[in-house]
């Protein structure tokens, strides 16, 4: 079965400090991996993804995440964040050639000023 | 292209009623995903349909729970009766292909009192 854990429901920064919002996965063959933006009441927004190739995916809004296949991981960072990514963060895997998309549990961000 | 477009975006309704949430995907895309988010257990997936055919339903919560899509621009979801459980914000989302990106409407705040 294909499973999402994101390690942290909370994150607290502040601005223009560093994040890293962690993902892990686990399947049994290869999937493609996610993440999603949720702005206060509002749908999904797609930051990045990873199908193949380079494990180093960059994103919009200068986010970038690294898949780690030793690690089962897809970890999702900004150098620097601002007041505007105060968000819910999602992680998301798919099986390869699937069609069932499983999402983790989020992540809230809050930046603090 | 508009996006995904849900109606309505706000619903309250009575326990006992009958409610249909609606949505046009955007134009060309084949995949259209119902979700739900409560706080309680994230986001689910309730069915997915491809070409305008249901192809996963393994997610619809019970049989007062229905899904359909006479065409490609419009699906319905409905909840007949309605209990005070399933208010939650349900989501339509829809991929030009079922294993990439899906879009996501702004979704539907259902309250059942």
């Known amino acids: 079965a294909q499973s999402v854990t994101q390690l942290d429901s909370q994150v607290p920064v502040f601005e223009e400090a560093p994040v890293e919002l962690r993902c892990n996965y686990s399947?049994?063959?290869?999937?493609?991996l996610f993440w999603y933006v949720q702005y206060p009441n509002q749908g999904l927004q797609l930051l990045l993804k990873y199908l193949s190739g380079s494990t180093l995916v960059k994103g919009i809004n200068g986010f970038e995440a690294e898949f780690n296949k030793s690690q089962t991981s897809f970890h999702l960072r900004k150098p620097s964040v601002h007041i505007s990514d105060t968000a819910e963060y999602f992680c998301a895997s798919i099986k390869a050639a699937g069609n069932k998309l499983t999402f983790g549990g989020g992540t809230r961000v809050l930046v603090k000023p | 292209d508009a996006g995904v477009i849900q109606s309505p975006r706000h619903e309250v309704t009575e326990m006992g009623q009958e409610v249909t949430l609606r949505c046009k995907p955007i134009s060309g895309h084949n995949s259209l995903f119902w979700y739900r988010q409560t706080m309680m257990r994230g986001l689910e997936l309730l069915i997915y349909?491809?070409?305008?055919?249901?192809?996963?339903d393994s997610g619809m919560p019970e049989d007062r729970f229905s899904a359909k899509m006479p065409n490609a621009s419009f699906s319905t979801l409905k909840i007949q009766p309605s209990e005070p459980r399933d208010s939650a914000v349900y989501f339509c989302a829809s991929s030009s292909r079922g294993w990439d990106e899906a879009f996501f409407g702004q979704g539907t705040r259902l309250t059942v009192v």
């Open positions: 399947s049994s063959v290869s999937v493609y």
């Open positions: 349909f491809n070409n305008n055919v249901p192809i996963d």
